[in-house]
């Protein structure tokens, strides 16, 4: 498998790996459902879903027990399709959303290892330009990077197996640390019946 022999090198040299950003992306040109391609959908699943997921497992099992996985998740994974944010966007929303949720299976396998589903913001790329999204205020490519730091530190630890953005105030997620583990917040889950 091509994945595994990607990582061949970083075994040879380093050993057992602490730390590794999953940033498996692609977006589908936005359009509406019946005009879609639907090979250019299914692409998004190769990349997001399957390519996210091979990368993932072969750091997990090349990592430290306790090693961190940090996989680059969307807005549109976490959005609630009732705020009109999906429409044009179904391939790279849903597949985005999968990766989300296997994560959260792979978590509850692999309790030691804290894995966590980043947004990065609205960071502008090639990807931005396809889905004509230029217009937007976008974040600078250093805010995930920072963000992704402090994400790995022990301060961070009470994020495992969350959802977060990374334009978010780190200071008032310490605050809220014990609300957001006492209520369970910052998932992917159906609540509130």
Same mark, same amino acid.
């Given at each position: ?13 380093f050993?057992?790996?602490d730390?590794?950003v ?5 977006q589908?040109v936005?359009?509406p459902?019946?005009?879609i391609d +639907?090979? $250019?959908?299914?692409?998004?699943f190769? *990349?997001n879903?399957k390519?996210?997921? %091979?990368? #993932?497992?072969e ?6 027990p306790?090693a961190?996985?940090?996989?680059l998740?969307?807005?549109l994974?976490h959005y609630?399709v009732r705020?009109g ?8 929303s849903?597949s985005?959303?999968?990766?989300t949720?296997?994560?959260?299976i +792979?978590? $509850?396998e692999?309790?030691?290892v804290? *894995?966590?589903n980043?947004h990065?913001? %609205?960071? #502008?790329?090639?990807?931005?330009a396809?889905?004509?999204?230029t217009a937007?205020?976008m ?7 920072h ?6 530190s022990?301060?961070a630890?009470?994020?495992?197996s969350?959802?977060?953005w990374?334009?978010?105030d780190?200071?008032e997620m310490?605050t ?5 583990l006492?209520?369970?917040?910052l998932?992917?889950? %159906?609540?509130?019946?």
């Amino acid at each position: 498998m091509a994945v595994r022999e990607a990582f061949n090198p970083i075994e040879a040299v380093f050993g057992k790996i602490d730390v590794w950003v999953n940033n498996a992306g692609y977006q589908n040109v936005n359009q509406p459902i019946l005009d879609i391609d +639907i090979n $250019e959908w299914f692409k998004c699943f190769e *990349i997001n879903v399957k390519g996210s997921f %091979l990368f #993932a497992l072969e750091f997990l099992r090349l990592s430290k027990p306790d090693a961190v996985l940090i996989i680059l998740s969307s807005i549109l994974a976490h959005y609630g399709v009732r705020q009109g944010h999906c429409t044009g966007h179904s391939g790279h929303s849903a597949s985005k959303t999968a990766i989300t949720k296997a994560m959260d299976i +792979i978590q $509850e396998e692999l309790p030691t290892v804290r *894995i966590v589903n980043l947004h990065p913001g %609205l960071i #502008a790329r090639a990807m931005s330009a396809k889905i004509g999204n230029t217009a937007v205020s976008m974040d600078s490519v250093d805010l995930p990077a920072h963000f992704a730091v402090w994400l790995v530190s022990p301060e961070a630890e009470f994020l495992k197996s969350r959802l977060v953005w990374a334009n978010w105030d780190v200071e008032e997620m310490k605050t809220r640390k014990q609300e957001i583990l006492e209520k369970d917040l910052l998932r992917l889950e %159906l609540t509130g019946i």
